[in-house]
């Protein structure tokens, strides 16, 4: 299958997702996380392999709670930074590729460790949730990063407020 259409399929029914969800054991309570998925009806699982054999990764798998679709999914930061924002590079996206952007800007920020001090933990974490194309409905807002995250900086509510200004500008 052509690549550019992959790219269609993808442009259409796919997704560029950054989670900031909780997490006791990891150093500061939450983790940053990135997944690529596609959904399709059952009928179209060969354009999933197709993409899978593109991208050379991803796993294909029964929708869960819904019955008649197949999920594409890629959730391996090695593998997103290595293979899937490569190829969305070279075949670049229309309807998403804002969407692509930001998901491509939080994985090359993990890739720098930017998760790894506080400071920047907390940056990264209010870039991923508060961003203007961090669409769809979170579960978790950056006030529930701030109130429960662990090694905290000191001036976090500073950091954040200067976080939230940046993204207006």
Not at 26 to 42: C, H, P
Not at 51 to 79: H, M, T, V, W, Y
């Amino acid at each position: 299958m052509k690549n550019a259409y992959l790219c269609g399929v993808v442009d259409g029914e796919g997704s560029f997702s950054i989670s900031v969800k909780p997490h006791n054991t990891t150093r500061f309570g939450w983790v940053i996380d990135a997944t690529f998925s596609v959904t399709l009806e059952k009928e179209a699982e060969h354009v999933l392999v197709a993409l899978q054999q593109a991208l050379r990764c991803g796993r294909i798998i029964d929708k869960p709670g819904q019955p008649n679709c197949k999920l594409f999914i890629e959730q391996s930061r090695r593998n997103i930074a290595e293979k899937v924002i490569p190829f969305f590079e070279r075949y670049p996206l229309e309807i998403k590729a804002k969407s692509f952007q930001h998901f491509k800007e939080v994985v090359k920020r993990l890739e720098n460790k930017e998760h790894a001090n506080p400071e920047s933990f907390l940056r990264l974490a209010v870039f991923a949730i508060t961003h203007k194309e961090a669409k769809g409905q979170r579960k978790y807002t950056i006030e529930d990063v701030l109130s429960t995250m662990k090694h905290k900086p000191q001036n976090a509510e500073e950091i954040v407020q200067e976080e939230l200004s940046r993204d207006t500008k």
